[in-house]
């Protein structure tokens, strides 16, 4: 996510949710300007916590059935005429249409509830421009970011935050009375000016996900590039056999645990990366290169990809004894077993590796499962910044290990077997293990005494090069200070 985002302001601005200065304004009367769907689950709302709707249209009588019986249909004019706040419900194209009601809207408060249908598509916000066409009225920017399903359905799902700017403190507040008694958060965004960013919000597609989709879907086109060539590709061409119907579900199912393994170790790499420069440079005041900032922002999104790829494996795992060739591949087995005159095919060594194999590879999927879990909102609210620490940190890096060893005990000695090598290229597996394997060394080196003790007092303000003080304890018990430089 660019620094450039909206998550950065909400951070700073103020929820004005709990003022006391806030007072309930429910009984009174509200005018809605518009008849869609916007509109109409705005009346609904409003009437369900206990307001007075006046809904202003140009055809009344046709629109009265769509809204609720205690919402009043009328003229726009007439709807205009009986209150003092108005949520302005119509696109921005149409603001013209409102014009001739000019004089009966002066000295009102006028909502705009606008979004445009690309971002910045116009030099100014829609709410600007409404407040240009009616130099007279208060206008405030709210409500935008609300959709008309959380309106009629209330504030139990989805974001409860209602963004809300204007130049006029009052009329700010009265918005957020409103958005209050609906059951909203209210959330001060300052003044006029915040308009277009505002606005750019819900036109937004997951911000935070672009990166990590693409690199997904780059690893993925990748090894199942490499997987095609070695279980297609090369029998085809070496034993001309016709084996393109592995495309479906074998190629991606051997493809999908090595997207997902190789994503969960990139979650953990930005901070042994952050280690590394913090160590090296002594201080953990220098900024990271935005690459590695950007990388380090994008860790959620990674891992839950991570999860996801894990799960489909997982599920075209289970379905692989399903498919006819596999039915096919059994009989055609068994049939030379009995021309053979095979009767024991037990191998002990394969039993055991895949009982194993199996086996560790199911808890590696529970751990990646309360990974999920917990990065969810309403579940990490719940947890304290240690238990969240513990869950996402130490139990991460164990999935890691033990799908490092899910994946060990896949390749188990065939890593050595040269019949495994298809046009020199070695299996996939092997490809796989050289990040997570390069994490873990790191995370190991960095649990030595010398060096976690330095990255310790590095996190807590030491710099090299500087002198700091320091308090010691003296061999009576009490403690005695002085000065050292920090380099030694």
């Not at 393109?244 to 999908?256: D, M």
């Not at 890593?415 to 293990?433: I, R, S």
Request: a positive charge; hydrophobic letters at 45%; glycine letters at 6%.
């Amino acid at each position: 996510m660019s620094r450039g985002d909206m998550a950065k302001p909400l951070l700073g601005h103020r929820s004005m949710e709990g003022d006391p200065s806030i007072a309930p304004t429910a009984g009174r009367t509200i005018g809605v300007l518009g008849s869609g769907d916007f509109a109409r689950s705005l009346a609904i709302r409003l009437v369900c916590s206990g307001f007075k709707v006046v809904v202003g249209s140009r055809n009344p009588k046709r629109k009265a059935g769509l809204f609720p019986s205690a919402a009043e249909v009328t003229f726009q004019a007439e709807a205009v005429k009986k209150t003092d706040v108005i949520f302005v419900a119509v696109f921005r194209e149409h603001y013209s249409t409102l014009c001739d009601l000019a004089d009966v809207l002066a000295g009102k408060i006028l909502v705009d509830v606008s979004n445009n249908t690309e971002i910045n598509h116009h030099k100014e916000s829609n709410a600007e421009y409404l407040a240009s066409l009616f130099p007279a009225c208060t206008v405030v920017k709210g409500f935008n970011v609300v959709s008309a399903w959380t309106l009629q359905s209330g504030a139990r799902d989805g974001n409860k935050q209602v963004l809300i700017c204007s130049n006029n403190q009052e009329a700010k507040r009265t918005v957020a009375e409103i958005a209050q008694v609906m059951g909203f958060t209210p959330v001060d965004m300052g003044c006029m000016s915040s308009a277009c960013e505002i606005e750019n919000i819900p036109l937004r597609l997951l911000p935070a996900w672009k990166i990590p989709i693409f690199l997904a879907l780059g690893l993925f086109l990748c090894f199942f590039t490499y997987n095609l060539v070695r279980q297609v590709i090369h029998p085809y061409i070496r034993e001309q056999k016709n084996k393109f119907y592995k495309i479906p579900i074998e190629v991606v199912n051997t493809t999908l645990p090595c997207v997902a393994y190789v994503m969960l170790s990139l979650v953990y790499l930005p901070g042994v990366l952050a280690a590394c420069s913090q160590l090296y440079y002594g201080t953990k005041y220098r900024r990271f290169p935005d690459w590695l900032d950007q990388w380090l922002q994008h860790r959620k999104q990674i891992g839950l990809l991570s999860f996801f790829c894990a799960a489909l494996h997982a599920m075209y795992s289970l379905c692989l004894p399903m498919r006819r060739s596999h039915r096919y591949q059994l009989i055609e087995t068994a049939v030379k077993q009995a021309v053979e005159k095979k009767m024991n095919i037990w191998v002990e060594e394969e039993v055991w590796r895949m009982e194993i194999y199996i086996s560790v590879g199911i808890i590696a999927l529970g751990l990646l499962s309360l990974l999920a879990i917990t990065s969810l909102p309403s579940i990490a609210n719940s947890l304290n910044w240690r238990e969240f620490s513990f869950i996402q940190s130490t139990l991460g890096f164990i999935a890691l290990v033990i799908s490092t060893l899910h994946t060990l005990t896949y390749g188990w000695s065939r890593a050595f077997d040269e019949n495994q090598y298809k046009f020199y290229l070695p299996p996939t597996y092997t490809l796989t293990l050289l990040v997570p394997c390069t994490v873990i060394l790191a995370k190991v080196i960095f649990s030595l005494p010398c060096i976690q003790k330095r990255l310790l007092r590095i996190r807590r303000g030491w710099e090299k090069g500087r002198y700091v003080k320091f308090v010691l304890p003296s061999a009576t018990g009490e403690y005695s200070s002085g000065e050292t430089s920090s380099n030694v």
